[in-house]
């Protein structure tokens, strides 16, 4: 499978997950509509019968905006002030419903199931939470990395330089780096969690490794896809900007559609972000189920070997779910994905014929 | 050395240039009572100007004249001690980081008169501001030959200045420099009757953090040797330039009827030209910042326009502007006679007007302060609040009255709005009165009151008395005092003068109400618009003898008989702050009818009454927004029938920014 292939898997996987979809927009939007009610209150009952609120309907309104800050400022400090509280929780939440997520696109053959979601939040809750830390720790190593030796240089002023410019450049050189390494780490935290939950470990760091070496190894297939995600997002701020400066907010019926439109946009953000995350498990899939056909046939203890290209027509082999990992360890399949798989190698969790139906169906109505 | 025997040298020195210096005024525009001839020589090796002045002092008193006082202003740089440094806000952890070539001084080497006697003797550093003995940046010297009244005198005086790293816009930044405040500089001597003066005396202050200049009238000659490579920049007219054999060239400049002198060297400037009437403009620029030459020299042209038509004319032929590279950015943005310092970031979008905003205030500063040259240690709201105040009528003129600052992404601010937010956002607006000497400003408000409110106050002032009153006044102030030393109540004078002249006594005998609150007192201003009601009066209910029947007439709010409409109807307004101005206030009736009342503006609370067939729908304070000095507007007016789509808009732009925000949060996950 190639970037691009995986790319529309992605998309193709989302959209087949629209009730999991619509449940992260309306728990976003709940969350959010929390912390908004506030907000209404005070500025509806602050300057909400006064002459001067209609200023601000055909644009910025710099003396009404201002006045309104400085009489109500304190008021508004608290609404924004409840969100710092409100942050911690909603990046728990979060960091639950990824484990549903993950384990949602780990059996996609299968309806989308509430059940098996809420199940997935909770099973997978504190790999999630570790994969988090780690790469929270990770990335603000990496931003010093970058923005330490920035400010050392920016700090010097203009010794050795001539002018601003110069700083523009090392400013843009690192901010684009750290784009490069934040998303490329982001990318090693996400196929981690695929892999965590797929092969049903628990030792974050040892995935974690497992993940850089399976993205540098197929670096050319994950990192585009990666930014091919990434890009989809911008792609799709650059189409809010563009309508909201050709429609504005300027009246009743231009307030009612920039709020459908920015509703969506949240849609299709949230999509973007489970895209990513379809897309990430379809590459997996597709590149451990290559490296199998190409080099062995999936094995399993107690079982006839048979090979994978045949799988497709066999019976479930979803070993997550039929065969729960035991004290003597989880059930050992071939891991194909390394240059010399071993039994030994890789213990995974892994839905061949399931990838092969989604994948065939996806190319079919493709 | 008399004055011709140093122009004759002079003229022997430029004699492969210009031989007789053109005068640029035919007649002296002000009494000139302190000129100079300089020679200078930078030394871009060791950062130094060594030089001789020789001062042309005139005492125009009626006082005879035993000591001089002089500023010496780089000595503010020369210690962590001096007042300058003891009072601005830079922690002592950075001074220590300062290597010698960071600082700066100035000493005279040897003073002597006109007969020859040497006062160097006598010369001693004194603090008449704070007693601060570590402070050095004025010194008297003591007289042999008093000056009599109406004699004129000169002084020769050799002098070294080291040149500190650019800072208070003086100094050096690599290879560029910028020289202000370079040389010791005779103070003004106030007589009997100039501004505050009960008797002759010196007016000669330390420098202070918060301070700038005060200076008389003159003729500047200034020869200037510099590196042959470097492009020189300065304060009136060049009258010629010669290459020296030692690799070196020197600037000749003829400044008159100026109160200081200023210039520039870099050898990275290009140099722009460009006229305006009778002005020629000179641009040096960065290269960096070359591409935003145009708005230079476009809001120039906009601003001596715009002050020529609305102020005065702008008499001068010369204006040189300096942009500064980034490195110097401490040198940005100030003003000296026709000479001016800018400032410009590479690439900086036309939505930013940072470069037309700086140009048009520091050509404000030609008015206000050069030509009508207040005391700007102690009146700094004089030259500061005044320039601002003409810095947002221009720009708001050219630039629109809600997008003259900034003008992007639909965000938009205008001139006035952003002066008024800034007085209106301090976090005290009654820290001080704006009526203080610059250094007085010890915890604060010096730039919020001086530019800021004042720029308010006199925009509050112009929309009540009216444009065409506003313009006679400052007309006025200008054609009274230009070239001469305006205090408070010179000006103060005029606006109670043209006030009456055109509105007689609408405003009171006097405005000295209007500055008792904006100039001498904190006090704020907040009108509240509080309530409207609207109550029906004739609530009858029950059974009525009409004629010889009995009528059983029930009361009903909703919908009430024809002769029962009749509302009693009140708007009740609150004062909330101590400051008091007269006010209009607008009632608007449902049936769409207005009525505007004229209220004094003095009562705690107040109401307007009116029974009729109709209720309010809303009222307003001040509908024309008149008294800018009002810290809320929103809470002005009240309407029964609001229009909320805005409160919609703007929740669901909150809502909005609140759910991206969870994303953001969420992909780090």
Redesign the interface.
């Known amino acids: 499978m190639n970037f691009l292939v995986g790319y529309f898997v992605g998309i193709w996987n989302t959209v087949r997950r629209l009730r999991m979809w619509l449940l992260l927009y309306f728990v ?2 709940v ?3 929390l ?2 009610i506030p ?2 209150d005070v ?2 009952q ?12 055909p ?6 905006v ?3 800050l ?2 109500h400022g304190k008021k508004m400090s608290a609404v924004i002030g409840q ?1 710092k509280g409100f ?1 911690v929780f ?2 728990l939440l ?2 639950f419903l ?1 484990g549903g997520i993950l384990q949602t696109y780990d059996l996609l053959s299968e309806k989308f199931s509430r059940q098996r979601f809420w199940s997935g939040c909770t099973t997978n809750f504190w790999r ?1 939470l570790r994969v ?1 830390l780690l ?2 720790v990770i ?1 603000v190593l990496v931003a010093l990395l970058i923005y330490y030796p920035l400010g050392e240089f920016f700090g010097k ?2 010794d050795g330089i ?4 110069t700083f ?1 450049k090392a400013g843009a050189f690192a901010v684009g780096i750290h784009v490069l390494l934040a998303s490329f780490f ?1 990318m090693i935290s996400d196929y981690t969690k695929v892999r965590l939950v797929k092969k049903n470990q628990f030792s974050v760091l040892k995935e974690t490794w497992e993940s850089t070496k399976f993205v540098v190894r197929h670096f050319f297939k994950t990192y585009p896809l990666y930014l091919l995600n990434l890009l989809t997002f911008v792609g799709l701020f650059a189409l809010y900007v563009f309508l909201g ?1 050709q429609i504005g ?1 300027i ?2 019926t231009t ?1 009612v559609v ?2 459908i439109i ?2 969506l ?2 849609f299709l ?2 999509g973007t ?1 489970l895209m990513n995350l379809a897309s990430i498990s379809a590459m997996y899939d597709a590149v451990v189920l290559k490296s199998r056909k190409q080099e062995k046939p999936l094995e399993i203890e107690g079982m006839t070997p048979v090979a994978s290209t045949e799988s497709t027509n066999t019976a479930s082999t979803n070993l997550a779910d039929n065969n729960p990992p035991t004290s003597d360890g989880p059930m050992e399949i071939l891991d194909t994905q390394s240059d010399s798989p071993t039994n030994d190698e890789e213990n995974q969790d892994y839905n061949e014929r399931e990838f092969l139906e989604n994948l065939d169906q996806f190319q079919e109505e493709s | 050395m008399n004055r011709i025997l140093f122009l004759l040298i002079l003229g022997l020195f430029v004699s492969d240039g210009v031989a007789a210096q053109p005068t640029i005024s035919d007649d002296p525009l002000s009494s000139r009572i302190a000129s100079y001839d300089i020679k200078v020589k930078l030394d871009t090796t060791d950062k130094t100007l060594t030089g001789t002045e020789i001062l042309h002092w005139k005492n125009t008193s009626k006082d005879t004249i035993t000591e001089l006082q002089f500023h010496m202003y780089l000595n503010a740089f020369k210690n962590s001690m001096s007042t300058f440094n003891a009072e601005s806000d830079r922690i002592p952890s950075a001074f220590r980081s300062l290597e010698e070539e960071s600082w700066g001084w100035v000493e005279i080497n040897e003073i002597s008169d006109e007969q020859g006697n040497d006062l160097t003797a006598s010369m001693a550093y004194f603090q008449p501001d704070d007693q601060n003995e570590y402070d050095q940046t004025v010194l008297k010297v003591i007289l042999t030959q008093p000056i009599y009244p109406g004699e004129t005198k000169d002084y020769t005086i050799n002098f070294t200045s080291k040149l500190p790293k650019i800072v208070a816009r003086t100094g050096y ?2 290879n560029y420099y910028l020289l202000a405040q370079w040389f010791p500089k005779i103070g003004v001597y106030e007589s009997t009757g100039v501004r505050y003066a009960e008797k002759g005396q010196w007016n000669c202050h330390q420098f202070h953090a918060r301070s700038e200049f005060y200076a008389d009238f003159g003729v500047y000659n200034v020869e200037i040797t510099v590196p042959k490579s470097h492009i020189v920049g300065a304060s009136g007219v060049l009258q010629s330039s010669n290459l020296n054999a030692d690799n070196t060239k020197t600037y000749i400049y003829r400044a008159e009827d100026v109160i200081d002198f200023a210039w520039t060297a870099s050898p ?1 400037f290009l140099v722009i030209k460009d006229k305006w009437k009778h002005v020629d403009i000179r641009l040096l620029i ?1 290269p ?1 910042h070359n591409d935003n030459s145009y708005r230079f020299l476009q809001s120039a042209k906009e601003s001596m326009e715009y002050f020529t038509k609305n102020v005065g004319a702008y008499p001068y032929t010369s204006l040189t502007m300096v942009v500064p ?3 110097g950015i401490r040198s940005v943005g100030m003003e000296y006679p026709t000479f001016i310092t800018c400032l410009s ?3 900086l979008p036309e939505g930013i007007r940072t470069p037309e905003i700086i140009t048009a205030h520091e050509l404000g500063h030609q008015y206000f302060m050069q030509m009508i040259a207040s005391n700007e240690f102690e009146e700094p709201w004089l030259d500061e609040g005044f320039t601002t105040y003409f810095e947002n009528r221009m720009m708001d003129h050219y630039y629109g009255e ?1 997008s003259a600052t900034i003008d992007m992404f ?5 001139g006035l ?2 002066t ?2 800034t007085y ?2 301090m976090s005290n607006p009654k820290i001080s009165e704006v009526f203080r000497p610059a250094w007085g400003f010890t915890h604060g408000g010096y730039g919020s009151l001086s530019y800021h409110k004042t720029g308010t106050w006199l925009s509050t002032l112009e929309r009540m008395i009216g444009i065409e009153t506003m313009n006679q006044i400052i007309k006025t102030y200008f054609e009274r005092w230009k070239f001469k030393h305006p205090c408070a109540n010179d000006f103060i004078d005029i606006v109670n003068e043209v006030v009456t002249q055109e509105h007689g006594d609408r405003f009171g005998s006097t405005m000295d109400w209007f500055f008792d609150q904006v100039l001498y007192g904190t006090d704020i201003c907040d009108y509240e618009l509080h309530d409207i009601s609207n109550e029906l009066i004739n609530k009858r209910t029950g059974i009525f003898e009409i004629g010889t029947e009995k009528e059983f007439i029930k009361f009903d709010e909703k919908n009430p008989v024809e002769a029962d409409s009749i509302y009693i109807s009140k708007v009740i307004i609150h004062r909330l702050g101590e400051a008091t101005y007269p006010v209009d206030v607008k009632i608007r009736f449902e049936n769409g009818k207005e009525i505007t009342e004229n209220w004094e503006g003095l009562d705690r609370t107040y109401e307007f009454k009116y029974t009729g067939k109709h209720k309010i729908e ?1 009222a ?1 304070i001040d509908p024309e927004q008149k008294i800018l000095m009002d ?10 029938k ?15 920014f ?6 953001t ?5």
Request: proline share 2%; glycine share 6%; aromatic share 16%.
């Open positions: 976003t939007l969350f959010a509509v912390l908004t907000f209404f500025m509806d602050s300057i909400g019968n006064s002459l001067e609120l209609p200023k601000l309907l644009g910025y309104d710099h003396t009404v201002d006045d309104f400085h009489a969100f942050t909603f990046v979060y960091i990824t999630v988090f790469f929270t990335q002023g203009f001539n002018d601003e410019r523009y982001g400066r907010m009246s009743k307030i920039m709020f920015q509703q946009f949240i953000r949230i972000k | 930044s690599k990275q960065n960096e590279p980034m490195h970031f590479a690439g809600h639909g965000y938009k601010i205008g709005e952003n008024r937010s209106t956002g809303s307003i810290m809320d507007f929103n809470n002005n007016s009240l309407t029964k609001p229009e909320k789509a805005a409160v919609w808009k703007y929740t669901a732009k909150f809502l909005f609140i759910e991206n925000l969870m994303m949060i969420s992909a780090l996950i």
